[in-house]
């Protein structure tokens, strides 16, 4: 579910399709849910087969609400998060979308950060705003320069200022796409 506001904000927000506390059929209350393997987008173990958003014994769900019904439940849930029935997100429009819906760089896994998150926008899908991602790129630089900087107590010699001179020779238009824009670095610069 994407959420946008007529300010351009914009929320992601992935319902917990296989929470532990979904209702289910009680035949399948203690069900253990099979490993998924990272990339994959289901796995079958026995007669029990598990996607992104279900979970189904013998090909029938274990979940008592249909797909419609729990996306409705999981949109009230965000909208009136108060349980006062005022909405949170005032002005806001949802968007049911599949999970590839969402850019590759917000992999959250291991060392991999988010950079471009706060440069999304919605296109239709979620996309990356290639300015707002130029910015964000460029203060992560001058941020790891400070840090170098500070970290090695060399404010005013020769090689503060080369890190300087460096950061102000940036040119980012030179990295094609935003994979590429992600590597963008200075050579010997610390991440």
Not at 27 to 33: D, G, H
Not at 71 to 86: G, M, P, Q, T, V
């Amino acid at each position: 579910m994407i959420y946008t506001a007529p300010d351009g904000a914009l929320w992601v927000i992935r319902p917990m399709y296989l929470d532990l506390l979904r209702p289910r059929h009680e035949q399948y209350v203690n069900i253990k849910l099979p490993d998924m393997p990272t990339g994959e987008t289901s796995v079958t173990v026995g007669n029990v087969t598990r996607t992104l958003n279900d979970l189904t014994v013998d090909g029938v769900s274990i979940y008592t609400e249909t797909e419609e019904e729990f996306l409705e439940r999981a949109h009230e849930k965000c909208i009136d998060a108060n349980n006062d029935n005022s909405p949170v997100l005032h002005d806001t429009v949802c968007h049911t979308v599949e999970h590839t819906a969402v850019p590759g760089d917000h992999v959250c896994a291991g060392n991999i950060r988010c950079e471009f998150r706060n440069a999304w926008e919605w296109t239709g899908q979620v996309s990356v705003n290639r300015a707002k991602a130029e910015v964000i790129k460029l203060d992560l630089i001058r941020r790891a320069i400070n840090r170098e900087i500070r970290d090695k107590y060399i404010l005013g010699d020769a090689a503060s200022e080369a890190l300087r001179t460096a950061y102000a020779a940036i040119d980012l238009s030179q990295y094609a796409t935003i994979p590429d824009l992600h590597e963008a670095w200075l050579e010997d610069l610390p991440r």
